[in-house]
């Protein structure tokens, strides 16, 4: 548990530890790291490793590979977009073979859940679609267009910031719903 823990972190602080990085390391070096830590993930985890960490851990040791073979920083900024793009194709491919991934995300703490609220949960699902796509293509941009500096900002703190804000405002929501239905349980 501490182990996933201390992994999550330093996965959440890779831009930062990528700018920093680089002003000591070789990029192959950190190359090296990540795929060092991605496969410190798989082991942290492997007793609960769903098919969607799997997907994100094979794309992410794919990526790191090609940060090893060609030392370019390029493959290095691309992380964030990968994994925009990975967590889109998991929360889409829920809504083309149900349960959407909210509504999994609900029943481990509602598993009786109404009709009304399942068609919430597909809602927040394709919000959430719709943030990953956004999300990814101003880091995409961040790694064609942007500087160091920017790329570093947006995917280690403003794409943070935006995804906490999506959380809070999605609570904020389902709260005022449940209420407006007279639940009891907000």
């Not at 719903?177 to 639940?183: D, I, L, N, P, T």
């Amino acid at each position: 548990m501490v182990l996933k823990i201390i992994v999550g972190i330093i996965i959440a602080l890779y831009p930062l530890a990528v700018y920093f990085g680089l002003q000591v390391f070789e990029v192959k070096t950190l190359g090296l790291l990540l795929l060092g830590v991605l496969v410190l993930r798989m082991f942290a985890s492997k007793a609960s490793m769903s098919g969607q960490l799997i997907l994100m851990t094979a794309g992410g040791c794919l990526l790191a590979s090609a940060i090893v073979f060609t030392n370019e920083t390029l493959y290095l900024k691309l992380y964030p977009v990968l994994m925009n793009g990975l967590m889109f194709a998991v929360f889409i491919s829920t809504l083309l073979w149900p349960p959407s991934m909210i509504e999994r995300l609900a029943r481990l703490k509602e598993p009786d859940l109404e009709d009304d609220a399942i068609e919430y949960t597909k809602k927040v699902t394709v919000l959430w679609c719709v943030f990953f796509v956004l999300n990814g293509s101003i880091a995409l941009w961040t790694v064609v267009e942007g500087s160091m500096e920017q790329w570093t900002l947006y995917n280690g703190l403003i794409a943070y910031l935006l995804m906490g804000t999506l959380m809070g405002a999605e609570l904020c929501v389902r709260f005022w719903v449940k209420r407006s239905k007279g639940a009891v349980d907000v």
